[in-house]
């Protein structure tokens, strides 16, 4: 069910840009596979730290035409009744995996399967509290790119995964094994990112029913493509009736069609800048939309022979587009706080993007807040500061909101 809001958000976020795969935790594979699936400058980089605090509320916040944003108002939000509920089921395939899990880790395999699409199977690496460490909850973790990698592997990321650990959280990655390299975005039936997303949406209720225990909350992180998937799965699906906290680094977009086709639009370069000057000044951005990689992976959800996101085989839709980018759906988020990471030297498109969600979240009533790391890429993970950065919010914010 698509309910379109008027979001012409001043910003064409591109989030997705940085789409990374990282299967590895080497840095040379990192910057290889980034290069792979971001044909451009499509790194993010830490930026500059924007709390809530330090951030104006909605009634100041500065838009640079009232008449042009239209926010949706209460009557235009989804509601979350059951009855508009996909249908989503996930079945346990085997309590193994066929590949090499993380050190200290088991591993289910799962296949996954909502609203009509193609099954995927998934793995999902779990850890847990050492034996007599009290369980304060259940994180959840998501790779870049198509989400076909793992979270893990960066020293300082393995660093701080063992630290959530001996804090006694559950943490958990969950790694999309098709083979074709396309994860979640693969074969969406031609209904486009959003749709797709229904597999993170179906994942995150399997680990409500399956992990989480008593009153204890349920979190999730997800970096760069894994920020769009997180973000539609929350924003645009079922995934906030479970999830308490999203941190969602190096990304993600607010509208498709920018996030596309923006640096083809004028009014969204001017508004890039303008929202840049706002919320992340300091931030290295050199461009305001995606890149050629991620722009191919979006273009997998929409089928094998449409490309409206590329236009290498069909036209560019912006049409099309902007009635699937993650606002453009916005459900009520009455339990689900939303924080924002972005890295300030990270070259891509990310941070504008993702302020300009945080700016269209805000005025939607959405419990947000924008971040920036100053000592940090794309990668955020990759980094002391950006690893260190997400511990702290994580250890700050992930508290039991849902009744």
């Known amino acids: 069910m698509r309910t379109t809001m008027l979001l012409t958000l001043f910003s064409s976020i591109a989030c997705t840009a940085a789409l990374e795969v990282r299967p590895s935790g080497d840095a040379a594979t990192a910057a290889l596979n980034d290069a792979a699936v971001l044909d451009d400058a499509a790194v993010l980089d830490d930026a500059a730290v924007l709390d809530a605090a330090a951030s104006p509320d909605a ?67 779990v850890r847990t509290p050492a ?60 209904l486009g990112v959003r749709a797709a997303s229904c597999r993170l949406a179906a994942v995150l209720a399997f680990v409500d029913r399956e992990y989480r225990r008593g009153d204890q909350p349920l979190c999730a992180t997800g970096n760069s493509g894994g920020s769009a998937e997180l973000a539609y799965a929350v924003l645009a699906q079922r995934a906030g009736e479970v999830l308490d906290l999203a941190v969602p680094s190096s990304g993600p977009f607010h ?16 508004e890039c800048a303008a929202v840049k000057a706002r919320r992340c000044p300091s931030c290295a951005n050199r461009v305001c939309s995606l890149g050629g990689g991620p722009r191919g992976l979006i273009d997998q959800s929409y089928g094998t022979m449409d490309t409206p996101c590329t236009g290498r085989s069909t036209a560019i839709d912006t049409a099309l587009l902007a009635t699937d980018g993650p606002l453009s759906m916005l459900r009520a988020l009455p339990h689900t706080r939303v924080v924002l990471l972005i890295g300030e030297q990270d070259p891509g498109g990310y941070a504008p993007m993702s302020a300009a969600l945080y700016e269209g979240l805000l005025a939607g009533g959405v419990d947000v807040a924008f971040e920036s790391e100053p000592a940090t890429g794309h990668e955020f993970a990759s980094t002391e500061a950006g690893a260190l950065r997400i511990e702290q919010v994580l250890m700050r914010e992930c508290v039991r909101r849902h009744p």
């Open 59 to 125: 009634a100041v916040i500065a838009f640079p035409d009232a008449a042009v944003i239209a926010f949706p108002d209460a009557a235009v939000i989804a509601s979350a009744d059951a009855a508009t509920m996909p249908s989503s089921e996930v079945r346990v395939v085997q309590e193994s995996c066929a590949g090499r899990s993380p050190p200290g880790a088991t591993c289910r395999t799962l296949e996954v399967e909502c609203e009509g699409l193609e099954p995927l199977p998934l793995a999902l690496h």
């Open 255 to 270: 509208r498709l069609d920018l996030a596309c086709a923006g640096a083809d639009d004028p009014t969204w370069q001017t």
């Open 131 to 190: 034996a007599g460490t009290a369980q304060r909850g259940v994180l959840m973790l998501g790779s870049g790119g198509s989400g076909t990698g793992l979270w893990s592997g960066p020293p300082t990321a393995d660093a701080m995964i063992d630290r959530m650990v001996t804090a006694g959280f559950v943490v958990i990655e969950r790694e999309w094994l098709n083979v074709r390299e396309r994860g979640w975005f693969e074969s969406a039936g031609g």
